[in-house]
């Protein structure tokens, strides 16, 4: 089969089209939420499977325990004329980590083939995670590691510095922390013989008043007592009314940004 001058220029131009297409990176259209994969979106591949299992069971404890939302995203690269900071600003709106009014998302971005790092804090966050504390553990935690190659003790030990500014208090399943603050919490036996003791010191009172009821010249019935459950609170309290994880996919509560944070690489 001959082809004209004509035809082949075509041909040319057909295949070169078809290859742009095929070669479209993944957030083309500013697609942005389709890169979000969970608590963590590890598209460089940095991670084993467990790691990033352990990672997200993490970021889904503290987000059960605190409502705070964190997301980690990795990329091989940024789309081309993309700016670090526009980019990942653009992907935590998408992601809308935290919720809606507290805007308590954070989202760590990391770019592999450019070694650049970005932390995106939520507006609600920012008085915690201020723009030095951001660019600290890039520095001092995340650029050492990632030197070493060690990108998920990085990742872990970044996640949970940023989580201990966030929240002191909180300490991950079955952590040592979260060990002995369970055994310094009041078991059920101590409320069991809290309620006892309650009982036999108002039924004591309640007999007092009667006698002085009968004194005065009264003839009343008491009913005795009347008690309300006791209730355990929780440290931190949850709406119940969000869920930022089910079914295995991600999804945000409607946190905003605005820009805060800070970046860097290594």
């Known amino acids: 089969m001959k082809f004209s001058k004509n035809s082949k220029l075509k041909l040319v131009l057909l295949l070169f089209l078809l290859n742009v297409v095929l070669s479209r990176p993944i ?3 500013d697609n942005y939420g389709s890169l979000l994969e969970g608590y ?6 940095l991670l084993q499977p467990e790691e990033k299992r352990e990672l997200a069971s993490l970021l889904a404890d503290f987000e059960q325990k605190t409502t705070n939302q964190f997301v980690v995203v990795t990329l091989p690269s940024l789309p081309p004329g993309e700016s670090l900071e526009l980019f990942s600003l653009q992907l935590a709106e998408a992601s809308k980590a935290g919720r809606s009014g507290q805007d308590n998302g954070l ?3 990391i770019v592999s083939d450019e070694r650049k790092v970005r932390v995106e804090v939520g507006t609600g966050l920012e008085e915690k995670i201020t723009d030095g504390r951001a660019g600290r553990v890039i520095r001092e935690v995340i ?3 990632f030197q070493e190659e060690k ?3 990085g990742i872990k030990k970044a996640v949970m510095t940023l989580v201990n500014w966030t929240d002191p208090s909180y300490f991950p399943a079955g952590s040592e922390g979260a060990k002995l603050r369970d055994q310094n919490e009041p078991g059920f036996l101590f409320f069991l013989v809290l309620f006892f003791v309650l009982i036999i010191v108002s039924t004591y009172y309640s007999r007092i008043e009667q ?3 009968y004194k005065r010249g ?8 009347v008690f309300y ?3 355990r609170s929780s440290g931190h309290r949850s709406s119940g009314s969000f869920k930022g994880f089910s079914g295995g996919g991600f999804r945000g509560g409607g946190g905003g940004f605005r820009g805060g944070g800070a970046s860097g690489g290594w």
């Open 40 to 45: 963590v979106s590890d598209r460089a591949g």
């Open 143 to 145: 650029a050492p590691a």
């Open 107 to 109: 989202l760590l971005l």
């Open 211 to 213: 006698r002085r009821f």
């Open 151 to 153: 990108y998920f003790s």
């Open 218 to 225: 009264y003839s009343q019935r008491t009913m005795g007592p």
């Open 229 to 231: 459950p006791i209730s």
């Open 27 to 29: 957030w083309a259209g």
